[in-house]
């Protein structure tokens, strides 16, 4: 009796802990990803409520009330089943609306509409019924992609998400950026599952809310998101299969780490510069002859919405500065190097110097003045 006593008062320190550590933020994002299948199993006991509690901020500071939390269920099929409405309402929450992709494809539904609400559930890439047409089909998984951007600032703006079973859909979680990027493994379980102790203590999970069956399980996954439910599991690392995922009051990074690079026409005045180039990678190049303006290049933020590729988080620093980059003419060089980014390991052979990237500014309309230069 007296462990019991004390157990149960060392989780509610660390849970009201928690909730102090929130009290004085500003509200962004928070999230749930399951491999759970929930709407296909009538919210699973209660479930699904114990997730919109959790959303909704009861574990993670700046609560909305139930009755004020609008909830948007984005999906090819309208079948939605909650643990206690056979209606599209869930009862004592706010308004709940069902978008169809097949309408925001069409513009017949708006985007801006899905992004005014405080929670946006993704329904599951499975079926109602065997052989059915899955709950979220492939065109409705590149309709979400292609709005990741929105998505994103809307998350940081602190709208909720709650993301359910990707099952063996490709790009299904290609909406969340590389710094949370997940990826998932079929895993068909129905029993046997475990809530972490963040999980019982945050969302109170129990047997009975996750013995129904489950149809991923996540391999990698943001060291931002914290585990709630997992499956024993002799053969996969560490012995287990993690089946949820969750984290409050987040921000997904949006790292400016790319150009985006346009071709040109260079109006100006012939040049004659020779420069020599110093790299830490490759050391001295002399002489190099500078020629015209080839590119201007500008940052961006990148969002892969359709790839043959599995996901590589790799993220560079933030670039903040305008490029031109010249045409350039250096000494031969035969090297070769090995490379790793966002797509992957490569090898890179035949590095030739070719152009020279500067950094540089636009200039207001009409400020940019005119000098006759006399060829040398």
């Not at 157990?7 to 994002?29: N, P, Q, W």
């Not at 909704?56 to 609008?70: A, H």
């Not at 250096?330 to 030739?352: H, V, Y």
Request: with cysteine.
């Amino acid at each position: 009796m007296r462990q019991s006593w004390l157990v149960r008062t060392c989780a509610a320190v660390v849970f009201f802990a928690v909730l102090l550590s929130f009290a004085d933020t500003v509200r962004a994002g928070n999230i749930y990803l399951t491999g759970h299948d929930l709407e296909n199993h009538g919210g699973q006991a209660g479930y699904d409520t114990r997730i919109l509690d959790y959303l909704r901020g009861i574990s993670c500071g700046n609560v909305i009330e139930r009755i004020k939390y609008k909830i948007a269920i984005v999906g090819s099929e309208a079948a939605w089943n909650w643990s206690d409405s056979a209606v599209l309402a869930k009862p004592g929450f706010g308004p709940v609306t069902f978008y169809d992709t097949d309408d925001l494809i069409a513009g017949t539904a708006s985007w801006s509409d899905v992004l005014a609400n405080d929670v946006l559930v993704i329904m599951s890439a499975t079926a109602m019924q065997a052989g059915g047409a899955p709950n979220l089909n492939a065109l409705g998984i590149a309709e979400i992609n292609a709005h990741a951007p929105h998505i994103l600032a809307r998350f940081n703006a602190g709208m909720d998400l709650w993301v359910n079973s990707s099952w063996n859909a490709a790009n299904y979680y290609g909406f969340l950026p590389p710094d949370f990027a997940v990826s998932a493994a079929a895993y068909g379980k129905s029993n046997g599952f475990v809530a972490t102790t963040a999980g019982f203590l945050f969302l109170g999970l129990t047997p009975p809310l996750m013995n129904h069956f489950s149809h991923n399980r996540f391999s990698t996954f943001s060291s931002a998101l914290t585990v709630m439910e997992r499956h024993p599991s002799a053969d996969l690392p560490g012995g287990q299969a993690i089946i949820s995922l969750g984290a409050c009051n987040v921000k997904f990074r949006s790292v400016v780490d790319h150009l985006e690079c346009y071709k040109v026409k260079d109006f100006g005045p012939k040049m004659q510069v020779v420069v020599d180039l110093d790299s830490a990678q490759f050391g001295l190049a002399e002489g190099c002859k500078v020629g015209k303006a080839m590119k201007f290049c500008v940052p961006v933020k990148k969002f892969v919405i359709e790839s043959n590729l599995p996901p590589n988080p790799f993220e560079g620093q933030d670039l903040q500065d305008d490029r031109v980059c010249y045409k350039v003419t250096c000494p031969k060089t035969d090297r070769t190097i090995d490379i790793e980014d966002q797509f992957g390991s490569r090898k890179l052979g035949k590095l030739k110097t070719f152009e020279l990237c500067t950094p540089a500014r636009k200039l207001p309309p009409g400020e940019l003045s005119v000098v006759k230069v006399n060829d040398l």
